[in-house]
């Protein structure tokens, strides 16, 4: 801590620094007054010292002094501290001046003098000690300032100006009134946000585990004292995740100091009563009556609410400690023996609420106790259900820590790592978690909690998806488990074999899991088995599967646990199915966001890109690649980066950016050096869509086919279905039109149309690329007049385009232009350049240049992109809101695009528009 320089104490604080540097500049000028107030701790001493360095740079003589010292009323303590520095200018002063300085200062026997000349003394020698340079007086906790010196600062704040005299001071906020009834200038000093807060966590304390800088950043409430002085007290272990952290925070012996010696004052029964909301953690007024029994608790509360330390709110029933580490100061003045007593009695009040029993029980134990472990085991459980996979991860650990038995320690250990390494993304508490059951002997250390999380440490580590397959081979081949259904290691352990088997991308490493799946009774769960079909050969998926998906999707709302919730995502990845997946995501993210389940945020993010670039989002599809970017390489998920590698390269790709091979490298790269080579071979679609942007269809036709042959859809390769467009374009273009042809047919043969409407997209676009050109038409019109063919604005744009290419190569041009015109603005607002060129290419071969002329002869500009695009949808009979919903505008934005399209087109009605577009 000794090396963080002040200044890290004022992040999120730009307002009150700008505050502070005007009325520095101000000061040194023409002398000034600022009150700076706010809750204690909250970084009004580290303003105090921004505004002194300040001055000193610009050659101010600083003075400071505080009144803390001064608790008792000694006559003009803090005045005496001010003016020592001013001792040889006390001697130049007249005699009356000097006599009645000294005398106020006990320097000099005798009465003394009356106030009023004491303060004009003051007054004068500032003043004078200005003549040769500014001089700012800087005053910390000015309501604890003896009283004589706080009538002297107030009558010389209101009479500064016209000198080079500045004065700067500081009190909390509930006491404020005692210096700001003057009417000088005020500025209230604010809690930090959360970002603000996790930046200086992270300067001042870098490499927190994230449960552990949640918990900081959510205690500390914005106060910067907190902040900086709670991980102070915790133990290196605690710090970096392994060790739990205590329920409440320690306080380091400065704090202590501080906020102790304030509870000590307060009577016995005060005391017990804050006490007891400590430790309750929730202030709920109603906890502590129940507590004390026939004891009148609001009166114990008086003395505490007296001092400042506690707000009562009666309409509420709740009792807020009015700074977070006065809650850890009223534990650190209890003895250990009366903790446990309080949690024992909080114990036995939670009978209906067995989380926060176990949690009271826990510490209210001095030694290994089933008893203790038992509720804690089940309480990490619950907490799992409902989505708090941190809590669930400590309160494991700590079951672990009360287990009696050293098998059940290390099978609490290896649940514990196991959502360490898949659930919270804590790579290194993982790995210490397994060690540790390493130690206690290969016996304990077999289970298939950790054999799962070895598989995610061995992945990001040194390891490959090989060696992590054999490794749950072997466990669940050989456990003792008689794949019993309910057994939730055994299906932990599936799900972790079945993503193993899916980066590696070999037909022969599926059958051991399809094996123990079909084994399991009375029967496989639901999600496992279909998360078994859809993911990793979703062309071979089954209507009946899909429904059932679809089914699942709709009810997850009813669920909180993030494991459960990203396994029923990727299962809809390939079936097109993300969309309904978006608000469930979007919580897995906010959870990683504020240090919850980070490696359920990875994939979160993954799901909600994928969904974004097909959508044509691609502005926030980029943003959500870059913030899992930089979180998978901050919690050590080397691994996991290939997600959005992948990302990076298909948004390169369809903007024609030169990038596109660097990210699809470096995705190549991660994957193969971990021999997942089911993952690297995405890198092909990224690599074909750029191809076929820059017209280089034979790469084009390489890379599609690299992930599925013509003429045939791979099995265990689910992410050839979305080439699948590309490679028949790229055969045909190529001269391969049997391949074309035979590609086209397995697409139909597998019934894809039937998968998603997205597919059903792609596959009438194949079949009319290889068609005679009546039934192609035929086909093209389906394809882009089906029902949702808009949600995919990229391929609906190309099918468009090779409708529109169609038709102009059998004459009909005028029709062609139609089609071109909707491709080419689709193109355009989407920034996928390469495919706009083409089109744009395609619509001079049809006659027309682009933006389009302005047709009629009463129009008065061209059209926009995005006005055609809308024009077209306008002329197709979809309604405003139909458009606005296709395009993400309201139904008054597109409104008042047909408003300025109207007269360009020279038209007066919708229903002149297909015509005027179509000349």
Not at 116 to 122: P, S, T
Not at 296 to 320: F, G, N
Not at 382 to 403: I, N
Not at 431 to 441: F, H
Request: aromatic share 6%; charged share 25%.
């Amino acid at each position: 801590m000794d090396d963080v320089p002040p200044a890290s104490a004022l992040f999120g604080r730009a307002e009150e620094l700008r505050r502070i540097e005007t009325f520095v500049e101000r000061a040194r000028h023409r002398g000034d007054s600022l009150f700076l107030y706010g809750e204690p701790g909250a970084g009004k001493t580290r303003l105090l010292d921004a505004a002194a360095e300040r001055a000193s740079a610009q050659g101010a003589r600083v003075i400071r002094a505080t009144g803390v010292q001064y608790m008792a009323d000694v006559s003009y303590g803090v005045l005496a501290e001010l003016l020592l520095p001013l001792a040889s200018g006390v001697t130049e002063l007249d005699d009356v001046f000097r006599d009645a300085l000294l005398a106020a200062l006990g320097r000099r026997t005798g009465p003394v003098p009356p106030r009023l000349v004491i303060l004009n003394a003051f007054l004068t020698l500032l003043r004078r000690q200005a003549e040769d340079g500014p001089l700012l007086l800087v005053v910390d906790d000015l309501p604890w300032a003896d009283s004589p010196s706080a009538v002297a600062l107030g009558f010389v704040a209101r009479r500064l100006t016209g000198s080079p005299v500045g004065l700067i001071t500081a009190a909390r906020t509930d006491e404020r009134d005692h210096f700001q009834r003057s009417g000088l200038p005020a500025l209230q000093v604010k809690p930090i946000d959360e970002v603000s807060s996790g930046e200086l966590l992270d300067a001042a304390f870098p490499g927190l585990a994230p449960s552990v800088r949640h918990r900081l950043v959510t205690e500390a409430r914005g106060n910067p004292l907190a902040l900086l002085e709670l991980p102070e007290a915790l133990t290196p272990a605690q710090l970096s995740g392994v060790a739990v952290l205590p329920d409440v925070l320690p306080l380091t012996r400065h704090v202590e100091s501080v906020f102790a010696a304030r509870v000590a004052l307060l009577p016995p029964q005060t005391q017990e009563a804050l006490l007891v909301l400590a430790q309750e953690g929730t202030g709920d007024l109603r906890v502590l009556q129940r507590a004390a029994g026939a004891e009148p608790a609001l009166e114990h509360l008086a003395p505490a609410e007296s001092a400042k330390l506690i707000k009562v709110d009666l309409a509420s029933r709740q009792v807020e400690f009015r700074h977070p580490l006065v809650r850890s100061a009223v534990v650190e003045s209890a003895g250990e023996a009366d903790l446990r007593r309080i949690h024992r009695l909080l114990a036995g009040l939670f009978t209906d609420d067995p989380e926060r029993r176990a949690r009271h029980l826990a510490e209210a134990a001095s030694e290994a106790d089933e008893s203790v472990a038992n509720p804690l085991e089940e309480a990490a459980h619950r907490k799992l259900r409902r989505g708090d996979a941190a809590g669930a991860l400590a309160a494991l650990v700590r079951a672990a820590q009360f287990s009696t038995a050293a098998d059940d320690r290390c099978r609490r250990l290896a649940q514990a790592s196991y959502l360490a390494a898949h659930l919270t993304g804590e790579l290194d508490t993982a790995t210490r978690l397994l060690a540790e059951i390493r130690a206690a002997g290969p016996p304990r250390g077999g289970s298939l909690h950790s054999v799962a999380a070895a598989a995610y440490v061995l992945i990001n580590g040194e390891g490959d998806v090989e060696t992590a397959h054999t490794l749950l081979v072997d466990a669940i081949e050989n456990g003792d488990h008689g794949y019993d259904a309910s057994r939730t290691d055994l299906v932990e352990a599936l799900h972790t074999l079945l993503m193993m088997c899916w980066f590696a991308g070999r037909e022969d490493f599926w059958p051991p899991l399809y094996a123990a799946i079909d084994r399991l009774r009375p029967q496989p769960p639901e999600l496992l088995l279909l998360m078994s079909r859809t993911l990793p050969d979703a062309a071979r998926t089954s209507p009946g599967e899909r429904r059932r998906l679809t089914e699942l999707i709709d009810r997850q709302h009813e669920w909180r646990e993030p494991h459960r919730l990203v396994r029923v995502h990727a299962s809809a990845i390939y079936l097109d199915l993300l969309g309904g997946c978006r608000a469930q995501s979007w919580g897995l993210v906010e959870n990683g966001r504020a240090g919850g389940a980070v490696r359920s945020a990875l994939s979160a993010l993954l799901h909600l890109g994928l969904d974004d670039f097909a959508a044509g989002r691609w502005e926030e599809a980029e943003r959500l690649a870059d913030e899992g970017l930089a979180l998978a390489e901050a919690h050590g998920y080397t691994f996991v980066t290939w997600f959005f590698h992948l990302h990076k390269a298909l948004l390169a790709a369809v903007r024609g950016d030169a990038e596109a091979d660097r990210w699809a490298d470096e995705l190549t790269r991660v994957t193969t050096a971990r021999k997942a080579h089911g993952a690297a071979r995405t890198a092909h679609h990224p690599r074909a869509l750029a191809a076929a942007g820059r017209g280089d269809w034979e790469a084009a036709y390489q890379h599609s086919s690299r992930l599925s042959p013509a003429g045939r859809l791979a099995p265990y390769t689910s992410h050839a279905l979305w080439v699948t467009l590309d490679l028949v374009e790229a055969a045909l273009r190529t001269g391969r039109t049997a391949e074309a042809k035979a590609h086209a047919r397995a697409m139909r043969e597998a019934g894809l149309p039937d998968l998603s409407p997205r597919l059903a997209l792609l596959t009438l676009a194949a079949e009319a690329l290889v068609a005679p050109d009546e039934e192609a038409l035929d086909l093209f019109e389906r394809a882009v007049s089906a029902s949702g063919a808009h949600h995919w604005p990229f391929d609906y744009a190309r099918v468009q385009f090779l409708y529109g290419e169609r038709r102009r190569r059998i004459g009909e041009v005028a029709e062609a232009r139609s089609h071109l015109s909707t491709a080419l603005a689709v193109f355009q607002r989407l920034q996928a350049t390469p495919w706009a060129n083409r089109a744009g290419a395609e619509l001079r071969a049809a006659g027309r240049n682009h933006p389009l002329p302005v047709v009629g002869g009463t129009g008065t500009g061209s059209l926009t992109a995005q006005e055609v695009e809308i024009a077209m949808l306008a002329a197709e009979g979809l309604t405003n809101k139909q458009i606005g919903e296709r395009l993400y505008l309201s139904h008054r934005t597109v409104g008042t695009h047909l408003y300025r399209i109207f007269p360009k087109l020279g038209i007066t009605s919708r229903a002149a528009l297909r015509d005027a577009l179509s000349q």
